[in-house]
């Protein structure tokens, strides 16, 4: 490098290529033994390391480092068969080298931001919610929207992933015209809306105006300008001279707020020439009620925001708290939730065969779908702990779903209801039938999805993807030729390039056989066998129940805790994580421990948070 | 959520048949095929349908024997035996783009484009190119109610593949606007319908008195100041909702501008229109909420219906471009209702080479033929001049992979359907070896006669189509 340097080559020379320890520690002995299988030529498991090259790459790509130390350590790789292996010390080097990235992002030791998140359209749900709140409509206007495709941590609400077309614009369309009507079909809404006469002819102008600002700053969430008012007075002024009476004058500009991109996206204020800034009181009460209600803010935050005393904390703390107890937090447990745990699907998505599983008619459907956000939100709203959802004693159910369950409690009704357990089968989400239905196949359960389910859903663990030709075992499990369905599971786990992934992740599963492919507790096999739910996962750890598994998976409490973080700091802010948010998850899972696990304390330190409240000039 | 079943359907049937009905008193009726729009070339233009099937298919019962004009259509293809004379097999092509990559979603979202997506789990989404329909769309759809239609049949899949980390939106998008527009497909019949036909014939009126081009007008009076505020990946995604703005404004000017000129369907077309409206209704069955929506239509009439909405749009000149998902990649539909069939596609196409699973992929792939062959005969039917609506267009049928045990990507199934006009031979088994599948659609767009006929890299035909 000196060297280098007294040539005047410096200004070729890309900073990352001198001072970065990292690439100095491993790039060399990536290159002789590993980019072969994982560089420009090929990308064996879709996994790449020659562009692992500089400290920033690796910051980048944090998520694959835990699992290139686990394979260097392990000696799984590079394979043995590769002519020339590292040695014990240069696997020492590269794990070390490794590991202090991930310590580094970890500790918080790395530029710290609070990051970007792009201008966000109202995704279907909020769409509906919002014009719910902005008009009192009580209809589904956005039903025939399409369905918004996710991104990020999962969630439908990351805005990088949310697009326009003009089908989609027809849609916006034709939903706000139905919406104004049925306000101008209403007497009570209609006067809700036009909530002033004007009293002299001479007063028109100063009245409409009045009545559409008083709307413009609800569909805008802010204050409106002179800018913001003027297209909607022109259109007003318009249909006034082609004779229309005050209120039906006022439709077209009703009707303009509702496909007007202020209203249908979520912009926040750029700072020209900072690298970050805070978020003002009104970007503030709108991530707020986006976040907890999917909705657009109420009369109290927008008094707040207006008076600039929302950022206080105390204030903050205090409205979240208040939007917490509020039934409109319900869509937190339907939609985060829902799409984290995956019980959202069974809205329409799970499909069990009808032939084989009369049982699962729409009003069972509909009780698992309910158990599951009632569950959400009484752990939220009465602040359990988030350790609740691992195991509880307690559950959600209604006639059907209790009969369903063979629970001891006796149920009447269609309501949900919080019902005593007896047994520790059910209890947390491992037990619900929304979440053993959905990671059945429509003929039977599969303890391999289940098993990938616990990995990645509550431990945010995922498994890497199957070899393509690595197969699937029958669709059915009726025929088993001889062997019992586990039996055939445990001979395609023999393989060596199955192996390595399922003995993690076959085991989890086996422990829920009991459990059938729509959730009923079984104690035989659909060929009349009995269950086997015994089951080892590496390192000698045995177990064999729903009750088993649940123990085990307290032991990991804080992993738990660190992926729901995760899931929902993404949720909360409209984007994938990226690696300097890793920093504030470790922060928030050591305060959530000293809380006792408290989910209100989740919620709160994650408004409170850098990334909720601040907005960076870069993603 | 994603509920195909609107409880809205009633009024829109009253609406539409009602439209439908005053229309038919109109006196201009007399032609005796719909009218076209204005286009500069002299009679019927070129259509072009592409139908994507997921999931593969069973590769040693797909590929006919022999070539040329002499070949013998293979199991899966069987459906087609009626119309073997109206189509082309071409086999041995393959989508080099979407090599590597994962299993499904590089060869979807790239299937119409012939470029290699970006991986990403949502926070760049791209497909990095421009879809043959819309590149066809943006040149020869200006003069249709429609530049170009995307219709399917399952709500876009939700969520991030873990297992290959990438959103799962690539698998259920293959029409993409622009590298980063993907066009999301209808699903619902009804809506499908009533976007193309609802208005159709009504009495004509200039678009500047039309309520909905002044709501659009007050928006776009507005947009300049919006802009002011924003960074520039913001300024981005509301430049594609106003665009999306203008694109509907000028629509709404260019119907009204056909309607003022007298444009209007035969009673042929009107009475087709009508039955077509009245099977959607019979078809649709109904829930008021989010739950139910898997009493879904019967999933052979929900194709077949959405199968007859192209053709007639194809044949009223409502669009001249189409394109329709069966299913999205890696689909896990229950095709249990086939006979012989348990299970879900993507499950079954993962058949270990095992006889049984086999046979079942092996029917689920021949259901999705005889859907395409239907599509084909209705075309095939319908009489324009001397020639059909089958002559007269392309109706491309296919799969972005071969074997969905493997993910596949050689020799990827794909059939031609029509002549577009006298442009193609059909009536043939086309085998080559190894050409890139962005060869056939420079073919194809040459034949609608679009002039911009780069697909992916490649800029010359497909030889022998």
């Known amino acids: ?619 | 959520m994603a509920n195909i079943q609107s409880n809205r359907w009633q009024i829109s049937r009253r609406q539409t048949l009602k439209g439908l009905g005053a229309t038919m008193a109109l006196p201009f009726l007399e032609a005796m095929r719909p009218l076209h729009g204005q286009s500069a070339s002299s009679g019927d233009p070129v259509r072009m349908a592409c139908l994507f099937m997921p999931n593969g298919v069973r590769p040693d019962k797909w590929t006919p024997t022999g070539s040329g004009k002499t070949y013998k259509l293979s199991p899966i293809l069987s459906p087609l035996e009626a119309l073997k004379e109206e189509i082309m097999v071409i086999s041995g092509l393959t989508n080099k783009a979407s090599h590597g990559g994962d299993g499904h979603y590089f060869k979807t979202a790239s299937w119409l484009t012939c470029t290699t997506i970006e991986k990403t789990v949502g926070s760049n989404v791209s497909s990095n190119g421009i879809s043959i329909d819309q590149v066809a769309a943006q040149e020869i759809g200006n003069s249709t109610r429609l530049p170009s239609m995307e219709l399917g049949t399952e709500p876009i899949t939700s969520g991030i593949d873990r297992n290959v980390n990438l959103t799962r939106l690539y698998g259920s998008h293959i029409s993409w606007k622009k590298p980063d527009v993907p066009l999301p497909c209808e699903i619902n019949p009804r809506i499908a319908f009533d976007r193309l036909f609802r208005n159709r014939n009504k009495k004509g009126g200039a678009a500047a008195g039309n309520p909905d081009k002044s709501i659009l007008d007050i928006v776009l009076d507005d947009a300049n100041s919006l802009k002011r505020s924003l960074g520039d990946e913001d300024t981005h995604k509301l430049d594609q909702y106003l665009e999306s703005v203008r694109e509907v404004e000028r629509r709404i000017e260019n119907e009204a501008s056909q309607l003022g000129a007298g444009q209007n369907l035969t009673p042929e077309a009107l009475k087709q229109l009508a039955a077509l409206s009245e099977r959607i209704n019979k078809a649709g069955g109904g829930s008021k909420n989010d739950f139910g929506s898997l009493q879904r239509l019967n999933p052979t009439e929900h194709v077949r219906l959405m199968m007859d909405i192209m053709v007639l749009a194809f044949w009223t000149d409502s669009t001249r471009v189409s394109t329709f998902m069966f299913g999205n990649a890696v689909s896990g539909k229950n095709f249990s209702f086939l006979d012989g069939v348990s299970g879900s596609h993507h499950s079954i196409s993962h058949h270990k080479n095992d006889k049984k699973q086999l046979d079942q992929y092996q029917i689920i792939n021949t259901w999705h033929t005889e859907q395409y062959a239907y599509m084909l005969q209705r075309m095939k039917e319908i009489p324009e001049g001397s020639a059909t609506l089958l002559d007269n267009s392309m109706v491309l049928f296919g799969s972005g992979i071969r074997d969905g045990n493997a993910h596949a990507t050689k020799d990827i199934p794909i059939v031609l359907g029509g002549g577009a006009k006298g442009q193609l031979k059909t009536g043939r088994h086309l085998e080559t070896s190894g050409a890139d599948l962005s060869s056939l659609y420079v073919g194809m767009l040459k034949r609608l006669g679009v002039s911009k006929q780069k697909v992916g890299e490649a800029s010359r035909e497909l030889r022998g189509i």
Not at chain 1, 113 to 141: I, Q, S
Not at chain 1, 280 to 297: G, Q, V
Request: aromatic content about 8%; proline content about 6%.
């Open chain 1, 1 to 619: 490098m000196r060297l280098l340097l007294t040539l005047g080559l410096l200004s070729l020379i890309s900073p990352s290529l001198w001072a970065d320890e990292f690439a100095d520690a491993t790039r060399a002995l990536f290159k002789k033994h590993c980019y072969s299988c994982h560089g420009e030529k090929k990308q064996k498991g879709d996994i790449t390391l020659h562009d692992l090259d500089s400290l920033e790459a690796a910051f980048q790509k944090h998520a694959l480092l835990d699992n290139i130390i686990d394979q260097i350590e392990s000696g799984d790789m590079p394979p043995d068969d590769e002519d020339v292996l590292p040695t014990d010390a240069e696997r020492k080097q590269l794990i070390d080298a490794l590991s202090n990235i991930n310590n580094r992002i970890k500790t918080g030791d790395v530029p710290q931001k609070a990051g970007r998140v792009t201008l966000r359209r109202l995704n279907r749900n909020e769409y509906h919610y919002t014009v719910r709140d902005l008009f009192g409509v009580n209809f589904n206007p956005s039903q025939d929207f399409p369905a918004d495709g996710a991104g990020g941590e999962g969630f439908d609400n990351t805005a990088a992933a949310l697009f326009s077309s003009p089908a989609l614009l027809e849609k916006y369309l034709s939903a706000a015209k139905k919406v104004i009507a049925s306000v101008y079909l209403s007497p009570g809404l209609k006067k809700r809306a036009i909530f002033k006469q004007p009293e002299t002819p001479k007063d028109t102008e100063a009245t409409a105006k009045e009545i559409l600002s008083y709307h413009a700053t609800l569909a805008y969430r802010r204050r409106v300008s002179e800018d913001d008012m003027a297209p909607l007075m022109n259109a007003f002024q318009r249909e006034t001279k082609s004779g229309k009476s005050f209120a039906d004058s006022l439709r077209a500009p009703f009707t303009a707020l509702l496909i007007n991109p202020r209203f249908l996206f979520r912009a926040e204020h750029n700072q020209a020439g900072k690298d970050e800034w805070k978020l003002n009181d009104f970007e503030i009460a709108t991530r707020l009620s986006y976040f907890l209600w999917s909705s657009m803010p109420d009369r109290e935050l927008f008094r707040l925001a207006d008076a600039g005393k929302l950022s206080d904390p105390a204030v903050l703390k205090a409205q979240t708290l208040r939007m917490i107890a509020s039934p409109k937090s319900t869509s937190l447990a339907r939609h985060f939730a829902g799409q984290w745990i995956g019980f959202d699907k069974m809205v329409s998505v799970v499909d069990p065969d009808q032939k084989r599983f009369p049982a699962f008619n729409d009003d069972l459907r509909k009780a698992m779908y309910y158990e599951s956000v009632e569950f959400f939100s009484h752990v939220l709203q009465k602040n359990r702990p988030i350790t609740d959802f691992i195991d509880s004693d307690y559950t959600f159910a209604n006639a059907t779903l209790a009969r369903h369950y063979g629970l001891k409690e006796k149920v009447t009704g269609s309501e949900m209801k919080k019902v005593a357990l007896h047994n520790k089968s059910r209890g947390g989400v491992i037990g619900m039938g929304s979440v053993l239905t959905s990671t059945s196949l429509p003929l039977r359960t599969s303890p391999v999805l289940r098993g990938v389910w616990i990995l990645d859903t509550l431990l945010g663990d995922p498994a890497p993807p199957p070899p393509p030709d690595a197969g699937e075992l029958p669709a059915d499990d009726t025929k088993a030729e001889g062997l019992t369905f586990r039996q055939q599971l445990d001979i395609h786990r023999k393989a060596p390039k199955c192996a390595n992934c399922h003995n993690r992740i076959d085991p989890l599963g086996y422990s829920l056989e009991n459990f059938d492919a729509i959730g009923r507790w079984r104690e035989k096999d659909a060929n009349g066998k009995p269950i086997d739910a015994s089951a080892i996962l590496p390192g000698d750890i045995e177990f064999s129940s729903p009750a088993e598994l649940k123990t085990l998976l307290m032991s990991a409490k804080n992993k738990f805790a660190a992926n729901m973080t995760r899931k929902m700091l993404s949720y909360a802010t409209g984007r994938g994580l990226e690696y300097y948010d890793e920093a504030v998850v470790t922060k928030i899972v050591a305060k959530l421990e000293k809380s006792g696990y408290s989910t209100q304390a989740l919620v709160y330190e994650i408004v409170n948070s850098r990334p909720f409240l601040n907005r960076s000039s870069t993603r």
